[in-house]
């Protein structure tokens, strides 16, 4: 049996820096920092649906995403993929996306204190990927 998938994200990561962004539609009151993406249509791979997403709300393609792992929030399964990215962001969605910025590993830890992170996975999924590029597994965007 298939697992479904409410929503793919992904971790763009460069250097040690990771993309997060302010999704529009989730920034009653505060706004909360979460990993691009969003929902995965029906029919649709979470892989395809992460790629889709990052092509319309950055205008990015990328060619290849590292599967990081699922994640449980608001009783739905959302799976996270990561890909290097050797280029900033120039432009976004801004039908989509209020804000994207660029964040350390400390700043988001930083923001999980604050309560300022979209769905609280977002740490977790990067100190897995960040595991993964130490061990050799991935390679890392300079």
């Not at 976004?92 to 660029?102: A, G, K, P, Q």
């Not at 979209?118 to 061990?135: F, I, K, P, S």
């Amino acid at each position: 049996m298939t697992r479904r998938f409410k929503t793919a994200r992904c971790i763009l990561y460069r250097e040690d820096r990771f993309l997060l962004a302010i999704h529009n539609r989730f920034w009653a009151g505060t706004r909360r920092w979460g990993l691009p993406g969003g929902q995965v249509e029906w029919g649709e791979s979470p892989e395809t649906a992460a790629a889709r997403e990052l092509e319309e709300e950055l205008e990015l393609h990328v060619p290849t995403l590292t599967e990081v792992g699922a994640y449980p929030y608001k009783r739905a399964m959302h799976m996270v993929y990561a890909a290097p990215l050797d280029r900033d962001i120039e432009t976004f969605d801004e039908s989509e996306l209020l804000d994207v910025r660029w964040f350390t590993e400390a700043d988001i830890a930083r923001l999980q204190d604050r309560a300022t992170l979209h769905a609280g996975y977002e740490l977790d999924a990067v100190r897995r990927l960040l595991t993964r590029l130490d061990a050799g597994d991935l390679a890392a965007a300079s």
